[in-house]
């Protein structure tokens, strides 16, 4: 029967509905983000006024998250942002281009962002073990990079039902925060704002935009959905509901979770992150034992541990999917282009991406955070919002289950709250992040002119096609 030939086939299976689409983007979103990223970013502007930067950090997501919906209702395959990039930017001209710049940064930020979450893990741990030196931590990070990636060796469908299982324990340590907050709230303590707090100056602007550029990196992954789109039933309601749920459930999370932090531990004990190692290092932890004791801190911290994993469990397991769908139109390494013969998922990608971030966790938290925000935003989220409306009108009969509502407005807010994190971004990060793009150059035109594709298949004769392996 030809069914049966198609099920013998290895090949992608739809595993993953609203709820469990939900429970992905949420758990890449909170992970370990708002538990590390804390002190760094009251740091940023000195006092609680910095929490302005979640909330900027928001009116940019939201937006954004729409350009997103309407990309991964309209192109429901694996691959996100290479798949939009392409198709926006002409698949057989600048598409190529742009898709290729975004798989070459992909392959240093997306492991990054990953390696933040062990990174973060290893420091909680610390709260349970006691201080680690580097050595020893980087250990911690390098086994659990080896567990996330035994975990996800497997079919998608019992991937669907192990991630609601991790979902369900970040709700509970995040509800854990908010109700014990909420109990012994102080108000005197969570809004000491210090002595010109809210005067406008370039020191302030540039301090929002630092606790801005904070703020995205928590928010970030309430689109992981799309880089699934291939694994999801039913993705043209899913994909943009699954989306829009996220974004709002966490930053109600956030705004709640933070509140609730330092209207406890005072905000001037924390802050410099770097003069208060060991309460800056694992601050949610040190709320609860100031509130119930350090046995129920221990039993919380564990909760947190637990977060973190389901966090890069769902980055791990959507960005492996990118370099497969590349590879899969001979944008990428023709080896990635491989399902596993038994349990039909791109285990080459997964193997890859999976040691990349472990290599990445021996960097420092602070140096791996602003490397993810420098090399992310101008050629993927300023160049996906560029890509909605080249399709919009290139392809205007396209299939659009989700529009952007009121459009091109989000597209216009989302646009410029992106320029305004690159141009409140030291000059040291703009400059490691054009150089990554240099590079990415250098390398695509070298490539397009070994195979004759453009911008160079019409000045010479077209080769037999080769694969790259």
Request: with cysteine; proline share 6%.
């Amino acid at each position: 029967m030809p069914g049966t030939n198609k099920d013998a086939q290895p090949h992608l299976r739809r595993g993953f509905g609203l709820l469990q689409s939900t429970a992905l983007n949420m758990s890449n979103m909170v992970g370990i983000g708002p538990f590390i990223t804390m002190p760094l970013l009251l740091t940023a502007m000195g006092g609680p006024q910095a929490m302005i930067g979640w909330v900027v950090a928001v009116l940019i997501a939201i937006p954004d998250g729409m350009v997103w919906s309407e990309l991964g209702a309209s192109m429901p395959g694996d691959g996100g942002s290479y798949v939009y990039l392409k198709e926006g930017f002409g698949p057989e001209s600048f598409g190529r281009l742009m898709a290729f710049l975004f798989i070459w940064q992909f392959i240093l930020s997306g492991p990054l962002e990953i390696a933040s979450g062990y990174i973060g893990f290893s420091d909680y741990l610390q709260y349970i073990t006691g201080p680690l030196k580097h050595s020893p931590a980087f250990a911690v990070c390098v086994a659990l990079g080896i567990i996330n990636i035994a975990l996800l060796y497997r079919r998608i469908g019992s991937i669907a039902k192990l991630t609601v299982s991790l979902w369900v324990g970040l709700l509970l340590c995040t509800g854990a925060v908010i109700v014990a907050g909420a109990l012994h709230f102080n108000p005197r303590i969570a809004f000491d704002f210090p002595k010109g707090a809210f005067s406008f100056s370039t020191g302030f602007l540039f301090g929002l935009g630092a606790a801005t550029r904070l703020g995205v990196y928590d928010y970030m992954g309430y689109y992981d959905v799309c880089f699934i789109g291939g694994e999801v039933r039913n993705p043209g309601k899913s994909i943009p509901r699954s989306i829009i749920i996220s974004l709002i459930a966490v930053a109600v999370i956030y705004f709640a979770m933070n509140l609730a932090v330092i209207g406890v531990v005072p905000w001037r004990e924390f802050v410099p992150a770097d003069s208060h190692a060991d309460t800056a290092k694992f601050i949610a932890s040190i709320f609860m034992e100031r509130l119930y004791g350090r046995q129920v801190a221990l039993v919380f911290t564990g909760l947190v541990l637990w977060t973190a994993f389901a966090s890069v469990f769902a980055l791990l397991l959507g960005y492996s999917r990118i370099p497969f769908a590349a590879a899969q139109d001979g944008y990428f390494f023709k080896v990635f282009d491989r399902l596993h013969p038994k349990y039909d998922f791109p285990h080459i990608s997964l193997l890859a991406i999976g040691i990349l971030s472990i290599v990445g966790s021996f960097f420092s938290l602070d140096t791996v955070i602003n490397a993810i925000i420098a090399m992310r935003i101008a050629i993927q989220f300023c160049g996906q919002i560029v890509a909605v409306s080249l399709l919009r009108r290139r392809r205007p009969d396209m299939n659009r289950p989700y529009r952007i509502w009121l459009y091109p407005l989000p597209n216009l807010i989302a646009l410029i709250g992106w320029i305004f994190v690159i141009v409140t971004t030291e000059k040291e990060l703009l400059a490691f992040g054009a150089a990554s793009l240099v590079v990415g150059l250098v390398f695509f035109f070298g490539w397009s002119w070994q195979e004759r594709k453009w911008p160079f298949a019409g000045n010479q004769p077209v080769p037999a096609k080769t694969e790259i392996r």
